[in-house]
């Protein structure tokens, strides 16, 4: 059962335009929201978060988008440059836990 | 600040051979650690997680076990490894408390032949 969905696989995007990734997520009990981008043979590196409360989050080039209803979140680039290409994860929190359930990935291709 | 070790980097092993891959955090108290395992191609799968000392939680049932001897100090361990071991074994901590954001390390990578 996977909770937290990436369903897109790969994204390829021109360098200067805006990357958007895409995550889904089923269970309504999760509070907290994180995407990490990843490098081959290296561990994930933190990007930005978003908590349940709040339905934007902005730091820099990157920002998390919270559709509660929808149960969907976004992270948009701009602008994307060629050293963001890499895999970016989302995870989520469950309220009152400590375990963070992570998505399967999306490989971004940022083109010069 | 804060920083965390895993050793080793990479590791080749045989199958029916033990396993043991040690994690430290440095320049914080009482972290929440964690294992995880990517599988070529794969998402990170949450393996094992422990918020305090002898405290570990499973996620998956497998042919792994894990131990908090020292509060900084996470260990994954296995009395007989299986070709499906094979994988990118990351640790992560978070500090205690709520909506905190969780930290890598570089990661090990485990093949079994």
């Known amino acids: 059962d996977q909770q937290v969905k990436q369903n897109s696989p790969s994204l390829s995007v021109q360098e200067g335009r805006i990357s958007i990734l895409n995550c889904d997520y089923t269970?309504?009990?999760?509070?907290?929201f994180l995407w990490y981008k990843k490098y081959p043979a290296e561990g994930p590196t933190f990007l930005i978060s978003i908590s349940s409360i709040k339905d934007k989050n902005e730091d820099g080039r990157f920002t998390v988008f919270l559709n509660k209803s929808a149960k969907h979140l976004s992270l948009h680039i701009v602008p994307s440059q060629p050293g963001d290409s890499a895999v970016y994860f989302c995870a989520a929190r469950k309220s009152g836990t400590y375990k963070y359930i992570f998505g399967t990935g999306t490989r971004l291709k940022v083109l010069a | 600040s804060q920083t965390i070790h895993q050793w080793p980097a990479t590791l080749v092993q045989p199958v029916g051979s033990p396993l043991s891959l040690e994690c430290t955090v440095e320049?914080?108290?009482?972290?929440?650690l964690y294992w995880y395992r990517q599988a070529a191609g794969r998402g990170l799968q949450l393996l094992f997680y422990s918020v305090g000392i002898g405290q570990i939680s499973s996620e998956v049932p497998q042919n792994l076990s894990a131990s908090r001897p020292q509060d900084r100090q996470f260990i994954l361990s296995s009395k007989k490894l299986l070709l499906s071991d094979s994988g990118f074994y990351l640790c992560?901590?978070?500090?205690?408390?709520?909506?905190?954001?969780?930290?890598f390390g570089p990661g090990t990578r485990l093949t079994v032949l």
């Open positions: 269970n309504s009990m999760f509070d907290y």
């Open positions: 992560a901590w978070t500090p205690g408390g709520p909506n905190n954001e969780q930290f």
């Open positions: 320049g914080t108290s009482n972290p929440n």
